[in-house]
């Protein structure tokens, strides 16, 4: 987990201040996906939280990913998670029960889902925030395109009322 956060936390520095977001949205996608995949067959499987884990990730890309890749990478989620456990039903040899005791399955499960609860709190803030200001922006421009047809309405009427008085004066001539 502590190589992972550096990992991380590298891509972010990437992405803010070095310019490579693209990049780091897709590395970031595939190191939460290697990390979780290894955490299944480390953490006990279906019995583990690593299922909850997956559902942060599939958040996240949700949240970060442009539309061409949140198009791979959401069903590629869905699919590892989906063959993991079509792997351990049919392999369940493979897949170690790691939990010591009760209470260790309980902590684990229990911590894992405090941290999912949180970045999913996050997740969607981010996505909410993101959401009201590109509807205040359309608000916005929606009022300035309003109030330019409404000044284009006036000089419009304005010319009809010029060139009226235009043909006046030129049947007066």
Do not use: Q
């Given at each position: 987990?502590?190589?992972?956060?550096?990992?991380?936390?590298?891509?972010?520095?990437?992405?803010?201040?070095?310019?490579?977001?693209?990049?780091?949205?897709?590395?970031?996608?595939?190191?939460?996906?290697?990390?979780?995949?290894?955490?299944?067959?480390?953490?006990?499987?279906?019995?583990?939280?690593?299922?909850?884990?997956?559902?942060?990730?599939?958040?996240?890309?949700?949240a970060i990913n442009s539309v061409g890749l949140f198009k791979i990478c959401v069903p590629?989620?869905?699919?590892?998670?989906?063959?993991?456990?079509?792997?351990?039903?049919?392999?369940p040899d493979y897949i170690l029960y790691t939990y010591s005791s009760r209470t260790s399955e309980f902590l684990?499960?229990?911590?894992?889902?405090?941290?999912v609860a949180v970045m999913a709190f996050f997740c969607m803030d981010y996505i909410r925030r993101n959401y009201e200001g590109e509807k205040?922006?359309?608000?916005?421009?929606?009022?300035a395109i309003e109030q330019q047809n409404q000044q284009i309405v006036r000089q419009n009427a304005e010319l009809e009322k010029l060139n009226a008085q235009k043909n006046k004066l030129m049947s007066v001539v």
């Open positions: 987990s502590a190589v992972v956060l550096i990992i991380l936390s590298g891509l972010y520095y990437m992405s803010r201040f070095g310019g490579k977001t693209n990049e780091s949205i897709f590395v970031t996608n595939f190191v939460g996906m290697g990390l979780f995949l290894t955490n299944y067959f480390i953490n006990s499987g279906i019995h583990g939280p690593t299922g909850l884990f997956f559902f942060l990730l599939l958040l996240i890309m949700i590629c989620n869905i699919l590892i998670i989906i063959g993991l456990y079509a792997f351990e039903y049919y392999n684990d499960h229990g911590s894992a889902y405090v941290v205040e922006s359309a608000i916005r421009k929606s009022k």
